[in-house]
T-cell receptor, first 114, second 114 residues
């Protein structure tokens, strides 16, 4: 019940295409859902985050779609670029107001081909 | 400004030895977190500090793991009697406070136990 399940494990997209990564959770106490981007040898960096009272949030080419009833959320990367090639992690906060204590998905390795 | 700094960046140790991993958070950040990332896996929460206190140590895998923070700044994660299953990247993150404040990760310490 404390897990966040992420898919696919890896993804190859052509430059200019849309990359879509999905996550699902069980615990309805989760109340904060961030996405992190990680390049090899670097720590993860926050991309975008959403709360369950919002169904969609967009920042530039990155959009989170959130489906509270289905307990699913997804990251869409529009106009994918080779520089977007990285590992992406979804995560969820267990609540209690601490948005730094996170349960992470297993990660998706994205390769954008030029 | 300077980000989260971790040292050493790489550490190779023999099974049974003790190791200390250091984290220098962003100045002024009151919250500090330790996560572990096994190869090809998502991040696992270990412990977090609010100031110098550790309200939540629930992620520490065993009593061989301990951490402290001093001066509301530097933190040290200590692993005693290291085992091969301790091999992982240990990531430190800091944030301004624990609520609705993004995590800023360091680049991690890659620990290899031989």
């Amino acid at each position: 019940q404390q897990q966040v399940k992420q898919s696919p494990q890896s993804l190859i997209v052509q430059k200019g295409g849309i990359s879509i990564i999905n996550c699902a959770y069980e615990n309805t106490a989760f109340d904060y859902f961030p996405w992190y981007q990680q390049f090899p040898g670097k720590g993860p960096a926050l991309l975008i985050a959403i709360r369950p009272d919002v169904s969609e949030k967009k920042e530039g080419r990155f959009t989170i779609s959130f489906n509270k009833s289905a307990k699913q959320f997804s990251l869409h990367i529009m106009d994918s670029q080779p520089g977007d090639s990285a590992t992406y992690f979804c995560a969820a906060s267990i609540g209690s107001g601490n948005t730094g204590k996170l349960i992470f998905g297993q990660g998706t390795t994205l390769q954008v081909k030029p | 400004g300077a980000g989260v700094s971790q040292s050493p960046s790489n550490k190779v140790t023999e099974k049974g030895k003790d190791v200390e991993l250091r984290c220098d958070p962003i100045s002024g950040h009151t919250a500090l977190y330790w996560y572990r990332q096994r190869l090809g896996q998502g991040l696992e929460f270990l412990i977090y500090f609010q100031g110098n206190s550790a309200p939540d140590k629930s992620g520490l895998p065993s009593d061989r793991f301990s951490a402290e923070r001093t001066g509301e700044s530097v933190s040290t994660l200590t692993i005693q009697r290291t085992q091969q299953e301790d091999s992982a990247v240990y990531l430190c993150a800091s944030s301004l406070w624990t609520g609705n404040s993004p995590l800023h990760f360091g680049n991690g310490t890659r620990l290899t136990v031989t």
